[in-house]
């Protein structure tokens, strides 16, 4: 069965970084596109950033510059650097991402738990 599995949250000042990392485990023939959302109090869960299986990489208006995704597919590890981070980053972020299994003709829909991102004033 395939996993999406985030860590690297947590509480942090404004200013300060963190950088998220999601692990894709399972018998896995291939991986889509992979993003990062996020949802906040009381809001809707948005796209933060998104990664094409050959590197292309968009960001919503709100972290670029700040906000760097990667992903190294020989890991099957998808990363979030976060800079200069601000309160209204804070969120659940959530790993997402379409994985055909080795098993199966076509590709499935997954998300990650998420973790926590707290940032204080």
């Known amino acids: 069965q395939v996993q999406l599995v985030e860590s690297g949250g947590g509480l942090v000042q404004a200013g300060g970084s963190l950088r998220l990392s999601c692990v894709a485990s399972?018998?896995?023939?291939?991986?889509?596109?992979m993003n990062w959302y996020r949802q906040a109090p009381g809001k809707q869960r948005e796209l933060v950033a998104r990664?094409?299986?050959?590197?292309?990489?968009n960001y919503t208006d709100s972290v670029k510059g700040r906000f760097t995704i990667s992903r190294d597919n020989a890991k099957n590890t998808l990363y979030l650097q976060m800079n200069s981070l601000k309160p209204e980053d804070t969120g659940v972020y959530y790993c997402?991402?379409?994985?055909?299994?080795?098993?199966?003709?076509?590709?499935?829909?997954?998300w990650g738990q998420g973790t926590q991102v707290t940032v204080s004033s």
């Open positions: 997402n991402t379409k994985i055909r299994e080795a098993w199966r003709k076509y590709e499935r829909n997954y």
């Open positions: 399972g018998l896995i023939f291939s991986i889509n596109d």
């Open positions: 990664i094409t299986n050959g590197g292309t990489t």
